[in-house]
């Protein structure tokens, strides 16, 4: 099973920052099938980004994926009010497919 | 649009099954394009995938949930359910059903999901 570490565990920033979110596997992801979901309190996840870097359907450009192999990021190039949430990873490369842990994204 | 809804009890008894149904609108699960799947949220914690069946009834199961898992589907009603079994209360959690393309497990529809609590 591939394990994915996620950091930090929290963010804190203030609105129209930059954001910058990891995520690691514990083997490599060689096929780039890493996905990016957006939580909010009470609410289902939202799919971000799927292929490490393809934004899903309706999802802002300030929203980018990067990375391959073990190592991934999220960046936010500048956070609106409604961005301070949960940011989950999950990759789709191997089975059972698993999320990271998760990394909160705090109002500063 | 696609929309998923989750229901069923909100309280089991620990040793008992657990059984959820999903109702999908805006499109049919007997597409063939969709793996249909279910995830679950512990408390305060992180996302956990439980398994996927697509139309023709083939399935996937999480081998850490296997052993008490079921899941099917009715086509003619649209639906996909879950049944897990011997419950405890390490299955409390909210239980999303959601979409995921064929060969891309990745997750593109949630339902709101649903709260189920293990407890005498």
């Known amino acids: 099973e591939i394990v994915l570490t996620q950091s930090p565990g929290t963010l804190s920033l203030s609105p129209g920052e930059r954001a910058t979110l990891s995520c690691r596997a514990s083997?490599?992801?060689?096929?780039?099938?890493l996905a990016w979901y957006q939580q909010k309190p009470g609410q289902a996840p939202r799919l971000l980004i799927y292929?490490?870097?393809s934004r899903a359907t309706g999802i802002p450009d300030r929203f980018s994926g990067s990375g391959s192999g073990t190592d991934f990021s999220l960046t936010i190039s500048r956070l609106e009010p409604e961005d301070f949430a949960v940011y989950y990873c999950?990759?789709?490369?191997?089975?059972?497919?698993?999320f990271g842990q998760g990394t909160k994204v705090e109002i500063k | 649009q696609v929309q998923l809804q989750e229901s069923g009890p909100g309280l089991v008894k620990p040793s008992q099954t657990l059984s959820l149904t999903c109702s999908v609108s805006?499109?049919?699960?007997?597409?063939?394009?969709?793996?249909w799947s279910w995830i679950r949220q512990h408390p305060g914690k992180g996302l956990e995938y439980i398994g996927y069946?697509?139309?023709?009834?083939?399935?996937y199961y999480n081998p850490s949930l296997k052993s008490r898992l079921s899941i099917s589907v009715d086509t003619s009603k649209n639906q996909f359910s879950l049944k897990l079994s011997s419950v405890t209360a390490a299955d409390t959690a909210v239980y999303y059903c959601?979409?995921?393309?064929?060969?891309?497990?990745?997750?593109?529809?949630w339902g709101q999901g649903t709260l189920v609590t293990v407890s005498s």
């Open positions: 959601a979409r995921a393309r064929t060969g891309y497990v990745y997750f593109d529809s």
């Open positions: 805006g499109g049919s699960i007997s597409s063939g394009l969709y793996y």
């Open positions: 069946i697509y139309y023709t009834g083939s399935t």
């Open positions: 083997q490599s992801l060689t096929t780039g099938y």
């Open positions: 292929g490490a870097s």
């Open positions: 999950q990759q789709y490369g191997s089975s059972p497919w698993t």
